[in-house]
């Protein structure tokens, strides 16, 4: 669509009543971001009150009409992916607005390939809009939907701000508390409450003898304060149809990301750990809600595995939510089954497990197949499921294993029938995914109630238990073996389709030790694509498997969403080492002594074998370890007097020797590298400019 154009979404699809909004981007740095946000207006073109802002710190609406569902890693970048339930939008909503904002001082206009696109609820793409022709602006208004009678439209906006999110967000009627810029700053200079505790965690007011403990989680940016007055705004000529005077809101605080974080005093109600256990010793293990000991083949660790997932989302609703929304359900009350029967042909088949969740009369059904322990799905039972699917008019058929999805790579493949009008959806999940989004609820953003929380608690516990078969990808395939021999002895030629493969198995490793670093850190935590649009996946993969014929390496960058820094990780296969490494930049205005002082301050308590590298234009500097330059800092400076234009800090490690299903496997080693990397070296160095850095 061009800038301006409007179409009409039910004459698009004819399951336009629920979509899922994609914002997109790539960036030559790879460091590239911007975030997401969401504006329910009224009639006059104005937010009814603080409610209707959806944004990072904000995600979800009580009712299910909007929830942004975060940054999902794709073949050509990163895309924001925001779930809006048309019919559940409140009757008194006239615009949707899909709008996205930079921080820092950061441009769209360094940014490529910015694109929104709106699919309906199966996942086909319905209409698409990109936007070439930003610059300096650090916000744009990229489309809305908006009611015309009984059915919605979409208009392609491509409207931009340099005055950023305050300017957009003072459009609508929100009024921007403060200089963001200011707060930041103070809270990382040592409020006590602006960081909480050492751990990044604030305790709840009244926590203290209660039946249970209230935990505080930071939250990953600004929050939205309690209702104060707030003075009119003039509406703003680009606001069409919006009244003369600002309906009083809440104010927002403008962004304040790649600084400390604020927090809110947040209660995530988890039952209270006794100090002094009444267990005679230390073997003594606590009775669990989900025992894993007992089971002893694949198909009980099938069956239970099925079962406990699906009892925990019908009860806790934010995790049956948060893991629906992405394949088109609609908000509402949702029902799980496991070993339901259901006719096809002579032999009844019976699916691991049935979602179906119910709105205002109508059904949204899934069929659920399951694997554990690293087993493949098999494309001829998902098949099936699909064909019954559609007869019976489901709407979905949703695959959960060990295995991680990629674009362009599907896990299993199946045949659809064009001849039939019921389109059903085909989407994965992997146990990674569960365990990450478990996380993200009980340790950072928190959850309805005590018993709520407590049992997400124990799905994790049985997630994370060696014995249940749910510990996400875990094999690097039968590849991997011939590979690694041929790169050793140099016997590995171009165009190998077993490099490939291999390539294939690095991806999904490294998506999935995002998924675990996020889910620790509360942030999202992504690969990093530079590819431009319209590049072909596979193209891509044999370029990558060429040239890890070619020098025996494997590559990937990944980055934490909320930051400008860009972790390197590097398999040689030929030396068996994990080289993980990111740059810092110098601060601008300082001596080049002041900053490599104040840089080894900061590793003070990083490992001994850092390596650090002094970066200068055009040259390689000096570099040694961490332990022989603390004594003297001056070692890092260029000799010639040469400009210096940052750091590299490099840490490299042993990798294992076999597929990873061992205690020293490949992914083991790759995953405990990243580890030792974030928390020993990335989350220290924080920023060089003088502030504290952002606590993990």
């Known amino acids: 669509m061009g800038k301006g154009a409007n179409v009409s979404l039910t004459a698009l699809g004819e399951d336009a009543d629920a979509v899922v909004v994609s914002l997109g981007w790539t960036s030559a740095s790879g460091a590239g971001d911007a975030d997401v946000s969401v504006l329910l207006l009224d009639e006059n073109g104005k937010i009814r009150d603080e409610n209707d802002f959806y944004f990072y710190n904000h995600p979800a609406a009580a009712d299910g009409s909007v929830q942004l569902l975060g940054k999902t890693p794709t073949d050509r970048g990163d895309e924001d992916r925001i779930s809006l339930d048309l019919t559940a939008a409140p009757p008194e909503v006239a615009r949707i607005v899909v709008a996205a904002s930079r921080y820092g001082g950061a441009r769209f206009g360094d940014l490529d390939d910015l694109r929104m696109t709106v699919a309906d609820r199966t996942g086909e793409p ?67 409450d602006a960081e909480g505790a050492e751990d990044g965690t604030t305790v709840a007011e009244g926590a203290e003898g209660s039946g249970d403990e209230a935990v505080g989680v930071p939250e990953s940016t600004a929050t939205v304060p309690a209702p104060t007055p707030a003075p009119e705004v003039p509406a703003p000529a680009a606001s069409a149809g919006a009244a003369d005077t600002a309906v009083p809101v809440p104010a927002v605080p403008a962004q304040a990301r790649g600084r400390a974080p604020r927090t809110t005093r947040k209660k995530v ?31 009980e660790r099938e069956v239970r595995a099925t079962s406990v997932l699906l009892s925990v989302m019908a009860q806790v609703p934010e995790l049956g939510r948060r893991l629906t929304a992405g394949f088109g359900a609609p908000a509402g009350r949702m029902e799980t089954f496991t070993e339901v029967s259901l006719p096809h042909g002579d032999t009844p088949r019976r699916p691991d497990g049935v979602i179906r969740v119910e709105r205002a009369g109508k059904l949204w059904t899934a069929l659920v197949e399951t694997k554990t322990n690293g087993n493949p799905l098999k494309a001829e039972q998902v098949q099936e499921y699909v064909d019954i699917a559609a007869r019976r008019g489901y709407e979905a058929v949703i695959t959960l294993s060990n295995d991680v999805a990629l674009e362009g790579a599907p896990i299993v493949q199946v045949k659809t029938d064009g001849r039939r009008k019921h389109k059903v959806s085909l989407w994965h999940l992997s146990w990674a995914e569960v365990a990450h989004q478990a996380q993200m609820l009980i340790r950072h953003e928190g959850v309805g109630n005590a018993a709520h929380a407590w049992l997400l608690q124990e799905l994790l516990e049985y997630l994370q238990h060696d014995n249940s078969g749910c510990h996400g990808f875990q094999n690097m395939g039968p590849a991997w073996v011939p590979v690694r021999n041929g790169i050793e002895d140099e016997t590995l030629g171009s165009g190998d389709p077993r490099a490939v493969e291999v ?11 995002c998924l675990r670093l996020g889910g620790e850190l509360g942030q999202k935590a992504l690969p990093v694509q530079r590819a431009r649009r ?41 030396t068996g080492k994990v080289r993980t490494s990111v740059e810092v930049p110098p601060p601008a205005g300082t001596y080049a002594l002041v900053t490599a002082k104040r840089l080894l301050r900061l590793l003070a308590d990083a490992p001994a074998d850092l390596h650090v590298e002094s970066l200068v234009e055009g040259a390689n500097g000096p570099r040694g370890t961490l332990e022989r330059l603390r004594p003297e800092p001056a070692d890092l400076l260029p000799k010639d007097g040469a400009q210096l234009t940052g750091f590299r800090l490099t840490l490299v490690k042993g990798m294992g020797n076999t597929r990873g299903n061992s205690e020293s496997g490949f992914i083991r080693s790759v995953d405990e590298a990243v580890d030792r990397f974030y928390h020993g070296v990335v989350a220290r160095v924080g920023t060089l400019d003088g502030r504290a850095p952002k606590r993990g």
Do not use: H, M
């Open 269 to 299: 109600t988890l039952p209270k750990v006794a100090k002094n256990p009444l267990a005679e010793n230390d073997g003594w293990r606590s009775a669990r809600l989900f025992p894993v000991p007992s089971l002893k083949n694949d198909r």
């Open 126 to 192: 319905l209409v698409g809009f990109s936007i070439d022709d930003a610059g300096v602006e650090t916000a744009f208004i990229f489309g809305e939907l908006y009611r015309r009678g009984e059915e919605w439209k979409f208009r392609a906006v491509g409207q931009g701000y340099e005055t950023g999110l305050a300017g957009l967000a003072t459009d609508f009627g929100i009024v921007v508390a403060g200089d963001a810029e200011g707060e930041g700053e103070a809270e990382a200079e040592g409020d006590p």
């Open 503 to 513: 390539v294939e198995s690095w991806e999904r490793l490294i998506r999935q030790v």
């Open 534 to 574: 319209d590049t072909d996946p596979a193209e891509r993969r044999s370029r990558a498997a060429d040239a890890l014929c070619e020098g025996g390496r494997l590559g990937a960058e990944l980055r934490i969403d909320g930051t400008n820094r860009v972790i390197s990780v590097t398999a040689d296969l030929r």
